[in-house]
């Protein structure tokens, strides 16, 4: 039997989407995870501000031995979203281990630039 990858709380500390975008493509960013289990993971993820309370709890499921991309502009609680051109920074945890990666292009001007850093996982 496999060790479980990955773990249960990851920290995204650096996040931002701008108001802007140049040319055919939309600046945006995306929480990446990876579940190798076989049961789906329940995360619930929570968004952090400079100025303001956070979003909190905001509910997603990741299918078994599955990846999926969750865009940041469509996180949603109630009415609560993430406003652009203000900086944040992002919480996942999970009910059982998995990887998380953090993702951002951005098109805000014609040279595109495209990010990516596995999250920090806390143990």
Not at 63 to 83: C, V
């Amino acid at each position: 039997m496999r060790q479980p990858a990955g773990a249960t709380r990851w920290l995204i500390p650096d996040g931002y989407i701008p108001e802007k975008s140049s040319g055919q493509l939309t600046s945006h960013e995306s929480i990446c995870v990876l579940n190798c289990a076989s049961q789906d993971a329940q995360l619930k993820i929570t968004i952090y501000f400079e100025d303001r309370d956070p979003i909190e709890d905001i509910p997603v499921t990741v299918a078994g031995r599955r990846t999926y991309h969750i865009r940041t502009s469509l996180l949603r609680k109630g009415e609560a979203s993430i406003p652009v051109g203000v900086p944040y920074a992002i919480e996942v945890v999970s009910d059982i281990p998995v990887i998380v990666q953090y993702s951002r292009l951005d098109a805000t001007q014609a040279e595109n630039a495209l990010m990516s850093v596995v999250a920090y996982p806390v143990q």
